[in-house]
């Protein structure tokens, strides 16, 4: 059974930071890059950040580059996300999942938006509040 926990959101004021954890079972972790999403009140999921946990190679949507940093510990099963200068907009629900790209080549699109959950299944999430 695949299962996906996530912790460490909280209320933090405009600036401050957080350091989101994901630990996975039920599935080879290194078999897939692992991505985190934000779903912000009212809006749909969104891709933030993903991370081939083999090569390493990392990506981040534009509104987080330079802010937030994901990373994976494969003896862990445990992907995390930090979070700094965080801003009343990184407000929503955080959720990791194994992810696989609807597309091979990113030339022409970015890859958050083909980016998807490679197993359709969720864990709780967490939440974090960002106030200003």
């Known amino acids: 059974e695949v299962q996906l926990v996530e912790s460490g959101g909280g209320l933090v004021q405009a600036g401050a930071s957080l350091r989101l954890s994901c630990t996975v079972s039920?599935?080879?972790?290194?078999?897939?890059?692992m991505g985190w999403f934000r779903q912000a009140p009212g809006k749909e999921r969104e891709g933030v950040s993903y991370?081939?946990?083999?090569?390493?190679?990392?990506g981040y949507t534009d509104s987080v580059k330079g802010r937030f940093t994901i990373s994976s510990d494969d003896a862990k099963n445990t992907v995390y996300l930090q979070m700094d200068s965080l801003k009343p907009e990184d407000t929503g629900v955080y959720y990791c999942?194994?992810?696989?790209?609807?597309?091979?080549?990113?030339?022409?699109?970015?890859?958050?938006?083909?980016?998807?959950?490679?197993?359709?299944?969720w864990g709780q999430g967490t939440l974090v509040i960002v106030s200003s």
């Open positions: 999942a194994p992810v696989i790209f609807l597309q091979s080549s990113f030339a022409s699109t970015h890859p958050m938006d083909v980016m998807k959950n490679a197993l359709n299944v």
């Open positions: 991370i081939m946990t083999n090569a390493g190679n990392t």
């Open positions: 039920g599935f080879t972790f290194d078999d897939y890059t």
